[in-house]
């Protein structure tokens, strides 16, 4: 009897410490390898395996390790997603363990801000390269620019905040600098309505909103003011995500229109005067320039990725173009983003090509996720 209960005690206790724990199964079915890519789990798929999970303790694992993570909420109240950042060979497939303990602390790699003291520019960046554009207080200024803006940094540091408060950040300290032109042009992978054979710009955004801001990722979304051209009114909504060890932005544009049919668009990265490598690769969906050496700032590579393919590209108006179009209520998903040659990681044309190349790739063979 007292063998029995004994009996009873242990496997009731066994059921707890089990119930503390799940395993979820992450596989990369691509043939190139994924190196601390931010892998994004529905967090439909974490509860399922995990329906006992306290998020105040939860602690991710890899091989007895505790990996970072992030529960991103896409600015609602429920978690929409957990994402991990992770490592994979090609078809490799790895096994997390979901378990109860505090997590430990980890530092933020991206990070996103409104700058009310410079003119409402929209800030972001990660533990790679930084972005910005123009808020609404520019329009009209003499300085006034349009398109996506790229600072080069040479530091996994976050350094949005310490360059806008030392306002110096045209020159290199150390960590980078802002040498980028844009100008009335899209910049380094904007978008802009494409009418009578000439791109109409929307300007500048009007409201932001933050998603969600590190530490893995950070989301943004901006609205800005309805402009008509040639009689048709364009109302444009954009979400923006950049997440850790990236090079590229990840971009929704919500394009609400007047016109009868789909709205002619462009996705543009400006060209500089003197000649220098474009990869225009329709079938692949890629966009690629490597700009001129900027006296002894170095070079600065910006590129475009399409989530469909083909696409039409072609060279004009002083910009490498993609021809896309749109429905009224209709979303566009791209990719754009750039890299610093003086970063030491990518210094050449063939080896940012690569990178968008294999971006692609990893695009399409997204990481799978099943219980076990």
Sequence with gaps: MRFSLVLGVLIGL????????????????????????????????????????????????LAG????????????????NLLVQLSASPKQTIQLTLRRG?????????YCRYV???????????????????????????????????????????????????????????????????GLTLGAGDIGVFLNDSIQFIHNYRSWEVLDNGPLRSTFRVKFDPYTFKGITV?????????AGSQLSKVLVAIIHTAAQALPMVVGITLRPEESPLLLAEKEGILGYWEPKH??????????????????????????????????GNTITYYTGGAW????????????????????????????????
């Design 295 to 328: 006296g002894d700032d170095g070079t600065i590579g910006v590129g475009c990725l399409f989530t469909t393919s083909p696409v039409t590209m072609m060279r004009n108006y002083q910009h490498g173009l993609t021809k896309l179009s749109v429905k009224s």
């Design 235 to 243: 109302n444009e909504t954009r979400t923006v995500s950049l997440d």
């Design 341 to 372: 040659d003086k970063a030491g990681q990518i210094t050449s044309s063939d080896a940012w090509f690569a990178y968008l190349r294999q971006y692609a790739d990893q695009l399409k063979h997204k990481p799978v996720v099943r219980i076990n």
């Design 65 to 80: 390790k505790e990996v970072p993570y992030q529960l991103e909420h896409r600015g609602t109240k429920a978690i929409q």
């Design 102 to 110: 505090k997590p430990a602390p980890i530092a933020a790699k991206t």
């Design 116 to 182: 009310p003291e410079r003119y409402d520019d929209f800030a972001w960046e990660n533990d790679k390269v930084a972005f910005r554009i123009y808020g609404a207080a520019l329009n009209g200024r003499s300085d006034n620019a349009y398109g996506s803006d790229i600072w080069a940094k040479r530091t996994d540091a976050l350094i949005l905040n310490k360059w806008y408060k030392g306002d110096d950040y045209h020159k290199d300290h150390g960590e980078g600098l802002d040498y980028y032109h844009v």
């Design 14 to 61: 066994s059921g707890k410490a089990i119930s503390q724990n799940a395993t979820l199964n992450v596989t990369n079915p691509g043939n190139r390898p994924l190196i601390q890519s931010v892998v994004e789990i529905p967090w439909a798929t974490v509860t399922k395996a995990y329906p006992a999970i306290d998020t105040a303790q939860l602690q991710v694992v």
